[in-house]
Structure formats: C-alpha cells, structure tokens
C-alpha cells in the first residue's frame, strides 16, 4: 500500500516513481522484450549501445526506471547518471565519477558494499576450509587474486586498490582502507602519500576513465552479477554547450562506447542513452552535428515501419488505449491507497477524458504526452475523492478535467 502511495504522489508532481513502474507500465510491452533480449546478450559476456529516442513527458525516464526493476531482478549492477552542468559529458572522468557513486545492486547501494558482500564470501569459503585464523586470511588473498585476474587485465591499479583496501582492514587502518575506496570512486583529493601506502599513482582522468570503467565492468562480472546497466539521461544537455569543440567532445565520448562495445573491450555491460528528438535531429548541435557519430546510429533505412534492434530505440506517443488502461490502474490503486471506489465515479468517463486531452494536445499543436494526462487524472480523482457530493456527475467530472488540462498548460 506504501508503494502505491508513493507511486501515486511521484506521479502527480510529473516524476518517475522511485519503484514499482512495472506496475503501471503500459504500451511499452515490444520494447521491454527487447531489452530482455539485450540483457540475456550481456549476460552472455557481450556488451551494446542502445539509445532512447521521445519527447518531453513521452515517457523516456519512465522506462529507464522499468528497465533498471528489471536489470535489478536479473542480478544486474545499475548506475544511473543524469547528464546536467555539473556531469558534462565532454569530461568523462566525471561521469565516470558519478558512474561508480551511483552503483545500486538488488542487495544494497554503493561499490563498497558490493566489495564488502564480496570479501564476506570469501571469507565464509576459508572459514570452511580450516579454523587458523591467518591461513584464512592466505585463502582470501588467494581467491582474491583469481577473482581480480579479469580486472587486472584492464587497469592492474584498480585490482591493486581492491587488495590494498582489503589489507587495510585486515590491519585494522580504517583511514587507508577509507583512502583506498575514494579512489576507486574516482576522488582527486587523496594525498600522494597516502596513494603510495595502497600501492596506486596519479588519479582517474580523461585519458584512463574509460580502462577503469573496463576495469570495473570486469571486475563485477568476476564476482557473479550478471553484468552492468549503465543509463545515462538528458543528454540532450549536450546540445545546450555553446562551444562546438564541447559538443564535439561530448559525442566523441559517446562514438568511442558504441565502437567499444562493438569490439568487445567491455565485458558485460549495457549503455542506454536518453534523449529528446532534438538531440538526434538536430543538424546544427545535435547527433546530425558530428558525423563520426551520425553515421553508426542513423537509420539505414527511411521507413515508418518499427524496428528496435536498431541503435535508436523511438518511443512513440500513447495510443487511446493505452491511456485507458493506464487510466484503469491509476484508479485501481488510488481506490486503494485511499480506500475509496474510485471506479463508481469515473469508469464511464475514462474514454471521454481520454479523447478530451487528446483534443487539448492538437489545439495547442503538442502531442499526446502521458504524464500530463497523468497528472490531470489524479488530481481530478484526488478533488472527487475529497468533493464526493459536489462532483457526482460526469458532467461535473469532465469539466473538471478539462479546466484543470488548462491549468497544467498555463
């Protein structure tokens, strides 16, 4: 009931809810199946790019919320970065940054608690295998060094880091141990002596923050996730930064994933780009704007038939339906959570407020945005709900509907 509620109030104020989107998910049901297709393909050692095309209020974020429910379900690592000022993507080690600040697995939240749950099970594994004390530390060290072999591969000084940390605890050094996880996170602030005490140089910067992020793709792969879902949103951003030479590094960055995932140099991870049509169509600061990009995830062919295996993924408008339906399960869970019979009142009129906003969104040249109509639906159930007497008819119901779809366009 708890998250019903929550879902409810997320909804309302025109954001994503924190959990329970599968719920409510309607209309997206072909391109749900094909990210479960991509995700048993990562799970496989593979690695992919995959990009979110839709217009504001479409839906994008919505869906990028189900497919992480779904990744978290199938033992998945997830990060979600939000492209804005302070992550610009023409500077990825600060989106590598909040790549690993962000880490979230079905178990917990963070890279240091799947360390932690990590070295709990080897320990757990020596602790079987004999009561001495420092020959179970030698069989953790032991396991520790076959688990980082596919690590080391990529960046040797983020293994090292790992095993450093783990010394650090076992020593009882909380400071280094601490010292040893900023840095894996990405931190520039750590003293070149305390860098030396775990066996490290330099920091993450431009030139390695894609190896570290090979590095750690690998390394959670070795421990038995299935792999790592990195959604990354808004970046129609980029098409905000004025100098061109930002733009053009920002996607860059993005070509250098696509290619990397094509050539196998990430194990086990899955990059999902968001952005508005204007990101992708835009030919003097969009997608169009830098070739190099353009011409790996254009279509190849000119066709309004649908086809998600392509590198862009277009998520259309909602369908009459669609919205029905997704009408009908708001109203079956706020009888719920307010325990009431919403249905008695508005049932009728669903379709009617449906073909209402529809009208609304050609008058004013928009399109038919689903979390609009969202918005206005559940404030018009929260007024009947607390106006039960006033609002008894479908007139009364409608009119409602329509002066509140004003007020949101104002």
């Given at each position: 009931?708890?998250?019903y509620?929550?879902?409810?109030?997320?909804?309302?104020?025109?954001?994503?809810?924190?959990?329970?989107?599968?719920?409510?998910?309607?209309?997206?049901?072909?391109?749900?199946e094909?990210m479960k297709?991509?995700?048993e393909?990562?799970?496989?050692?593979k690695?992919?790019?995959?990009?979110?095309?839709?217009?504001?209020?479409?839906?994008?974020?919505?869906?990028?919320?189900v497919?992480e429910?779904?990744?978290?379900?199938d033992?998945?690592v997830?990060?979600k970065?939000?492209i804005?000022?302070d992550?610009?993507?023409?500077?990825?080690?600060e989106?590598?940054k909040?790549?690993?600040?962000t880490?979230r697995c079905?178990?917990?939240?963070?890279l240091?608690h799947?360390?932690?749950?990590w070295?709990?099970?080897?320990?757990?594994?020596?602790?079987?295998?004999?009561?001495?004390?420092?020959?179970?530390n030698e069989?953790?060290?032991?396991?520790?060094?076959?688990?980082?072999?596919?690590?080391?591969?990529?960046?040797?000084?983020?293994?090292?880091?790992i095993?450093?940390y783990h010394?650090?605890l076992i020593a009882?050094?909380i400071?280094?141990?601490?010292?040893?996880?900023a840095?894996l996170?990405?931190d520039?602030n750590?003293?070149f002596?305390v860098?030396?005490?775990?066996g490290v140089?330099?920091?993450?910067?431009?030139?390695?923050?894609f190896?570290f992020?090979?590095?750690?793709s690998?390394?959670?792969r070795?421990l038995?996730?299935s792999g790592?879902?990195?959604?990354?949103d808004?970046?129609?951003?980029i098409?905000?930064l004025?100098m061109?030479?930002?733009?053009?590094?920002?996607?860059?960055?993005?070509?250098?994933i696509?290619?990397?995932?094509?050539?196998?140099?990430?194990e086990?991870?899955l990059?999902?780009?968001?952005?508005?049509?204007?990101?992708?169509e835009?030919?003097?600061k969009?997608?169009?704007?830098?070739?190099?990009?353009y011409?790996?995830?254009?279509?190849?062919?000119?066709?309004?038939?649908?086809?998600?295996?392509k590198p862009?993924?277009?998520?259309?408008?909602?369908?009459?339906?669609e919205?029905?339906e997704?009408?009908?399960?708001i109203?079956e869970m706020?009888s719920?959570?307010y325990?009431?019979?919403?249905?008695?009142?508005?049932?009728?009129?669903?379709?009617?407020?449906?073909?209402?906003?529809?009208?609304?969104?050609l008058?004013?040249?928009g399109?038919?945005t689903?979390?609009e109509?969202?918005r206005?639906?559940?404030s018009?159930?929260?007024?009947?709900?607390?106006?039960?007497?006033?609002?008894?008819?479908?007139?009364?119901?409608?009119?409602?509907?329509?002066e509140?779809?004003?007020?949101?366009?104002?």
């Amino acid at each position: 009931m708890d998250d019903y509620e929550d879902i409810i109030h997320a909804l309302k104020e025109g954001n994503v809810p924190p959990k329970g989107t599968s719920e409510i998910c309607v209309g997206r049901e072909l391109e749900i199946e094909e990210m479960k297709r991509l995700f048993e393909k990562i799970k496989g050692g593979k690695s992919a790019t995959k990009f979110l095309e839709g217009d504001y209020g479409g839906g994008k974020s919505f869906l990028l919320k189900v497919i992480e429910e779904i990744a978290f379900k199938d033992n998945f690592v997830v990060s979600k970065v939000t492209i804005t000022r302070d992550i610009p993507f023409y500077k990825f080690e600060e989106v590598y940054k909040n790549i690993v600040q962000t880490l979230r697995c079905k178990t917990g939240i963070s890279l240091e608690h799947i360390i932690q749950r990590w070295i709990t099970g080897l320990k757990m594994v020596a602790m079987e295998e004999t009561e001495d004390s420092e020959r179970q530390n030698e069989i953790v060290a032991e396991n520790m060094v076959q688990d980082l072999e596919e690590t080391r591969k990529h960046a040797n000084s983020f293994a090292i880091a790992i095993e450093k940390y783990h010394n650090a605890l076992i020593a009882g050094d909380i400071e280094t141990a601490n010292y040893a996880q900023a840095w894996l996170r990405g931190d520039s602030n750590i003293p070149f002596v305390v860098k030396k005490k775990f066996g490290v140089k330099g920091e993450v910067t431009k030139e390695n923050a894609f190896t570290f992020l090979e590095a750690l793709s690998a390394f959670l792969r070795s421990l038995g996730y299935s792999g790592l879902l990195i959604l990354i949103d808004e970046v129609e951003y980029i098409r905000s930064l004025q100098m061109k030479k930002l733009r053009d590094g920002a996607y860059d960055y993005i070509r250098y994933i696509f290619d990397e995932c094509n050539l196998g140099n990430f194990e086990s991870t899955l990059f999902v780009f968001a952005g508005t049509s204007g990101f992708f169509e835009d030919q003097r600061k969009g997608v169009p704007s830098y070739p190099a990009l353009y011409d790996r995830i254009k279509d190849a062919l000119d066709t309004d038939h649908k086809d998600l295996r392509k590198p862009i993924m277009r998520l259309e408008g909602f369908k009459k339906e669609e919205l029905k339906e997704l009408a009908s399960k708001i109203v079956e869970m706020h009888s719920k959570v307010y325990d009431w019979d919403a249905g008695s009142y508005v049932n009728f009129t669903i379709e009617d407020l449906v073909d209402i906003h529809e009208n609304n969104a050609l008058l004013t040249g928009g399109k038919t945005t689903p979390r609009e109509f969202v918005r206005t639906f559940l404030s018009v159930l929260d007024t009947i709900q607390q106006n039960p007497k006033q609002l008894d008819s479908d007139e009364a119901i409608l009119k409602l509907f329509e002066e509140r779809e004003v007020e949101e366009e104002w």
